[in-house]
């Protein structure tokens, strides 16, 4: 089953690296660096299976308000949410965790090949 997976990311070299990896890992990918641009594209004509997010992004929004209108919208709250961060204060983790995120990954301590195959694992249970 090929998944769409929305990469949100202001840096753009680390966004190319991350959907190389999930396109080779059977996911059809879409990037944006701004919240405004990761909406639109929800509210495009593809449904998407995934999102893969960055806490700090270009704009004045940041990945804490994006989960939250995801997380309010009838239609988009099912869709899982992938926190992929290089800092993790107490209270930024606990915002997305009750906003209800499925993981918190701090980039520097986790390798992208473990990210994704933690993401398949779950969205694609055996």
């Known amino acids: 089953m090929s998944h769409t997976a929305l990469v949100i990311e202001d840096d753009l ?8 990896k999930l396109q080779l890992n059977g996911f059809e990918t879409l990037t944006a660096r701004s919240v405004d641009d990761a909406l639109k594209l929800m509210e495009g004509a593809h449904p998407i299976g995934v999102i893969w997010l960055d806490h700090y ?4 929004k940041d990945g804490i308000a994006f989960a939250a209108t995801i997380k309010a919208h009838d239609g988009w709250q099912h869709i899982p949410i992938y ?3 290089n800092t993790a204060s107490n209270d ?3 915002s997305y965790n009750k906003l209800g995120i499925n993981h918190f990954y701090v980039k520097a301590d986790h ?3 473990e990210i994704i195959a933690d993401i398949k694992a779950q ?4």
């Open 13 to 20: 070299s680390l966004a190319k690296a991350i959907n190389k």
């Open 57 to 60: 992004l270009i704009g004045d």
């Open 83 to 85: 926190v992929v961060s």
């Open 92 to 94: 930024k983790v606990m």
């Open 111 to 113: 390798r992208l090949d």
């Open 123 to 126: 969205i694609n249970p055996e």
